[in-house]
């Protein structure tokens, strides 16, 4: 436990359903790591109540607030991706909004310590008052400045995918909330960054002062990830995990598996993930060559693990990346790292287990997988075992809490008490207006 115990109000992204990776994934973790630490964690939720997973239950210093939402999945706005995004998000504002009330109360009866902002940089659910007088952390996981950059930087691969109109109405969404985040972002008193080639992304593109920022990365469940000491398989398999979507270098993951085809490596390069919200590439795949490359589709999240299982090699070919949980995950799963500079997740990881390349630089990639499997061919044991201890030193969620609780610690330190919760704290009561 830390010395001091905080009142959490937790807002944004919540929990996963079951145990499972993804942003849900992280915050899971985040919610159980903190109450374990022995901090109270308020989370709410602007969704229906629904079932989560049974540590979180157990957990008596974390508690679940929820707010209604009607938006359902097979319903007319929701059975196309574009009309889903869309109607999603206006369903979340409104239930955010009805939070606002619940909150209000709850912090009227017990005060809070701090105001923790998750995944999402603007939300509904902050009352302004609270926001003047109670610390705000805002701890993102993607900002919309970043992704309407590759989303017009990338429009011909677009275009040759999905009809014009979903890139224009996706562009439109993301161009009206850029403003929006970049006002309610200077709000935070800390930002808690999930890499440093994010943060100078906020920085930049958001002003946001550096001296207000911490770099934590995201925390990745490893009991999920069998630490397997096995050989190179025959041929070796080059994994592409994640969304088959714009940013991700989709265009450029093709021109590698040519790459290693034209030079007679003998490898197979497996593509597994689903479209984007906004942007579907799928498409593109099809000019993988059959001889040495495969599309396996979409897989569920509790399939990860084993896809890991069965790979030799992770290929990151991101152009905007502020973290990847695909690359912590096959470090914990054993599996090294081919990624770009961008990707954020290789921050502070061993070479001998990451090899980082330009992006774009397709050679580059196809010359750093040939020497990964050089790599392993010498002795793929030890490689693996050496990628499993960096994801242990980096992503433990035991660790990654430590460093969160200690940032939020110190900003509550060096926060003035306003005088109603000075007042409360002394014995006085305080309004819920």
């Known amino acids: 436990m830390t010395s001091d115990s905080l009142h959490i109000a937790w807002l944004g992204a919540g929990p996963a359903r079951r145990e ?7 915050a899971t973790e985040l919610l159980d790591g903190l109450g374990r630490l022995g901090h109270r964690v308020d989370c709410f939720i602007p969704s229906d109540e629904h079932p989560l997973p049974s540590r979180l239950l157990e957990n008596v210093n974390v508690s679940f ?3 209604p939402g009607k938006w359902r999945w097979g319903r007319w706005y929701s059975r196309w991706p574009l009309s889903a995004s869309v109607t999603y998000l206006a369903s979340r504002s409104l239930a955010e909004m009805r939070l606002r009330r619940q909150i209000r109360m709850r912090h009227a009866r017990d005060p809070y310590d701090v105001i923790y902002q998750f995944s999402n940089i603007e939300t509904l659910s902050l009352p302004a008052r609270m926001a003047r007088t109670v610390p705000l952390v805002i701890h993102p996981e993607l900002h919309t400045a970043g992704e309407l950059r590759f989303l017009l930087a990338e429009r011909r ?3 040759r995918s999905q009809p014009r109109h979903k890139l224009l109405v996706a562009a439109a969404i993301l161009w009206l909330r850029t403003p929006v985040q970049k006002a309610r972002i200077r709000r935070a008193k800390l930002l808690i960054c999930i890499s440093s080639v994010f943060r100078e992304h906020l920085v930049r593109d958001y002003r946001f002062p550096r001296e207000r920022t911490v770099i934590v990365p995201n925390p990745v469940r490893l009991e999920r990830f069998a630490s397997v000491e096995r050989g190179l398989a025959e041929p070796p398999t080059v994994l592409v995990l994640g969304r088959v ?3 991700k270098g989709i265009d450029d993951v093709v021109a590698v598996a040519r790459a290693l085809h034209e030079q007679d490596v003998d490898v197979r390069v497996r593509v597994i993930g689903g479209p984007g919200q906004w942007s579907d590439y799928t498409k593109l795949l099809e000019d993988l060559p059959p001889a040495n490359a495969e599309y396996g589709g979409r897989r569920p999240g509790h399939e990860v693990p084993a896809e890991l299982a069965r790979a030799d090699v992770l290929l990151q070919a991101s152009k905007y990346e502020p973290f990847a949980l695909t690359v912590a995950e096959a470090l914990a799963a054993g599996v090294p790292v081919v990624a770009t500079s961008e990707v954020g997740a290789i921050d502070g990881v061993d070479r001998t287990v990451v090899s980082e390349v330009r992006p774009g630089d397709v050679e580059g990639m196809a010359a750093a997988i040939v020497q990964m499997l050089e790599r392993l061919r010498s002795d793929a044991p030890d490689m693996r075992r050496r990628a499993r201890t960096e994801a242990e030193r980096l992503f433990a969620p035991e660790a990654v809490c430590t460093q969160i609780a200690a940032a ?7 926060t003035p008490t306003p005088a109603p919760q000075a007042a409360l704290a002394r014995g006085g009561r305080l309004s819920e207006g």
């Open 408 to 414: 939020l610690e110190q900003l509550v330190q060096q």
């Open 20 to 26: 499972s990776g993804g942003v849900p994934g992280v």
């Open 245 to 247: 979507a714009v940013r």
């Open 65 to 67: 607030v929820w707010g």
């Open 157 to 159: 691969l677009s275009l």
